[in-house]
Nanobody
Framework: QVQVVESGGGLVQAGGSLRLSCTAS????????MGWYRQAPGKQRELVAA???????NYADSVKGRFTISRDNAKNTVYLQMNSLKPEDTAVYYC??????????????WGQGTQVTVSS
């Protein structure tokens, strides 16, 4: 069965770093864009960063210059390197992946999230 699993969250002091990983397994479609979203208590889920299979990236303005997204296509894995973390980065971080077949969108897969907490 299709499975998307995140790891790497935790508790860190302001100014510190964390590296999140996400792997999609049992995937029957080709994976194009993979990305990271986050949701803080009482707030809407927002895009943090995304990356296409070809390496084109997109970042939220709030994380530009601090976060870096990358991927390993052979392993269907996406990473998020988070540096200079701020308390406002505290949220549950979710991974997703878009599946395609014959060049057409088929479905989106989501992980269950990993908690990132930044203390001041």
């Amino acid at each position: 069965q299709v499975q998307v699993v995140e790891s790497g969250g935790g508790l860190v002091q302001a100014g510190g770093s964390l590296r999140l990983s996400c792997t999609a397994s049992e995937i029957i479609f080709s994976i194009d864009t993979m990305g990271w979203y986050r949701q803080a208590p009482g707030k809407q889920r927002e895009l943090v960063a995304a990356i296409t299979r070809g390496g084109t990236t997109n970042y939220a303005d709030s994380v530009k210059g601090r976060f870096t997204i990358s991927r390993d296509n052979a392993k269907n894995t996406v990473y998020l390197q988070m540096n200079s973390l701020k308390p406002e980065d505290t949220a549950v971080y979710y991974c997703n992946a878009d599946g395609y077949s014959g060049g057409y969108y088929q479905s989106t897969y989501w992980g269950q999230g990993t908690q990132v907490t930044v203390s001041s």
